[in-house]
């Protein structure tokens, strides 16, 4: 996703205008027992990779998907479709 999916225009600009990346690291690393608890909590899912969308002003997750997706679904996910 990070090398096919993301860098591509219609992806890359909605990712640029509506969202801030943040990344958590649940395959190795310090924190990672803290991560995974951290996935628990917001996805309800081990699942690799995943994606939610997350309004910190509400804190709440606002939609949520795991597993690859081609880049129209990956886009009709950014969008809320």
């Known amino acids: 996703?990070?090398?096919k999916i993301?860098?591509?225009?219609?992806?890359?600009?909605?990712?640029?205008?509506?969202?801030?990346?943040?990344?958590?690291?649940?395959d190795g690393g310090p924190a990672l027992q803290e991560n995974k608890r951290?996935?628990?909590?917001?996805?309800?899912?081990v699942a690799l990779p995943f994606f939610l969308a997350y309004d910190p002003a509400?804190?709440?997750?606002?939609?949520?998907?795991?597993?690859?997706?081609p880049e129209d679904k990956f886009r009709a996910f950014l969008e809320g479709k």
């Not at 993301?6 to 649940?26: N, S």
């Not at 509400?58 to 997706?69: F, S």
Request: proline share 5%.
């Open 6 to 26: 993301f860098p591509r225009p219609a992806v890359a600009g909605i990712l640029k205008e509506g969202y801030i990346e943040a990344r958590l690291h649940v």
């Open 58 to 69: 509400e804190r709440k997750v606002l939609r949520k998907t795991a597993g690859l997706r």
């Open 38 to 45: 951290l996935q628990a909590e917001l996805t309800r899912s």
């Open 1 to 3: 996703m990070e090398e």
